[in-house]
């Protein structure tokens, strides 16, 4: 890997516009809480305007975008009479359902302004892990952009419970651009690049680019954003950049007040430079927005198929069950040593595995009916990690 790019004087970063940023047809913007808001947790209205201007030059110059906007909750704030973000995940979600409805209004009357309509898509892990769920977000988001429409997604906070929840909204961008196969991902936040350190001390500098994990390496990352608003962090900006990057998605990392000079190609805060393959989106969407919800223990032969062969999981390999989980869930596969080597959507309930262990397909199919001809888990529906 090379070295972090204009890490020593931040101006000196070649000073041509970004192509990837210019030629980006397709772009999937993320903008904080923190960027939206009050510090009392109302919408700051001058702040979306803003924003949209800038997303609403890009829409008239014919390019699509997709915005992937935090606030919800924290616009549920004021409203409701909270001082602060809650912890409690059912004072969430009555925040939530207040604070949507705000945030997409105010969305809509200012993208109004520039002719744009605007669509609400509220997504859990399950919209986007099961499949005929992940081919309905992808086609509604579709169909949004072919209308000349700018989806405005979020994580459905009214609903999710902690076992459907992507975390935070960096992660679902990441995973938002990599389900439209967006040609770019900027993450708008509080903080203007990825810094060395804490950016209010002398020794640390800005991050002009990074190639690659050994760019990273050494780098204090630090904790959340503004306190009691939002929930994610450099952490999670970090993250939702190796997951699109991962996607073949360049990323672009800077504070929401520059985000015109950002999407104009301007070297302003940290672009992460993309892998060159892409992997299949829906499989990349079960690698990193599922939670399993069990673990299926696997004998050596079993993995040698799954991992090196790419085989199906079948009924004969299987030696133990953990977890409550039903058809249609995804579960990690472990080896003998215990480490997960595989995630997939498991075609059966977990009550129901133990008395088909060890037994192939054809046995099974004879006793119980060919119902039971089946794959545990499909290789169509199976991930490696």
Avoid: C
């Avoid at 059966?348 to 545990?376: C, H, I, K, N, Q």
């Amino acid at each position: 890997m090379g070295t972090l790019a204009g890490a020593a004087d931040p101006t000196a970063q070649n000073g041509r516009v970004r192509e990837a940023v210019t030629t980006a047809r397709r772009i999937v913007v993320k903008i904080g809480s923190s960027s939206l808001t009050t510090a009392a947790g109302g919408l700051d209205d001058a702040r979306v305007d803003e924003l949209v201007d800038t997303l609403g030059a890009l829409a008239a110059d014919g390019r699509e975008v997709v915005l992937v906007s935090s606030g919800a909750i924290a616009a549920g704030l004021a409203p409701l009479g909270l001082p602060r973000r809650p912890r409690d995940l059912a004072t969430q979600q009555a925040a939530a359902s207040v604070g949507q409805g705000l945030l997409i209004g105010r969305y809509a009357t200012s993208f109004a302004r520039h002719g744009r309509t605007v669509g609400q898509v509220l997504l859990t892990v399950d919209d986007v892990t099961r499949r005929v769920h992940y081919r309905n977000a992808y086609r509604t988001l579709r169909k949004l952009l072919d209308l000349r429409a700018v989806p405005i997604v979020n994580e459905n906070d009214t609903v999710a419970t902690e076992e459907i929840r992507f975390g935070d909204n960096d992660r679902l961008a990441a995973l938002v651009a990599a389900l439209v196969h967006a040609d770019l991902l900027v993450l708008l936040s509080d903080v203007d690049a990825l810094w060395t350190g804490d950016p209010a001390r002398p020794a640390s500098h800005r991050i002009a680019e990074v190639h690659g994990e050994a760019d990273l390496v050494g780098i204090d990352i630090g904790g959340a954003g503004r306190a009691g608003v939002g929930t994610g962090g450099m952490v999670t900006k970090v993250e939702a950049a190796r997951i699109a990057t991962g996607f073949g998605i360049p990323v672009v990392l800077t504070a929401a007040p520059l985000a015109a000079e950002a999407l104009a190609g301007q070297p302003v805060g940290t672009l992460f430079h993309p892998e060159r393959q892409r992997p299949a989106a829906r499989l990349f969407w079960l690698a990193h927005a599922t939670t399993p919800r069990g673990r299926l223990h696997l004998d050596a032969g079993a993995v040698q198929a799954v991992v090196g062969r790419r085989k199906s999981l079948l009924p004969a390999g299987i030696t133990a069950v953990d977890g409550a989980f039903t058809a249609g869930d995804p579960v990690d596969l472990v080896d003998t040593e215990g480490a997960s080597v595989a995630r997939g959507l498991v075609n059966y309930d977990a009550v129901e595995l133990p008395g088909l262990l060890g037994r192939s397909t054809s046995e099974l199919a004879a006793a119980l009916g060919p119902a039971y001809e089946r794959e545990v888990v499909h290789r169509d529906d199976l991930v490696l990690l």
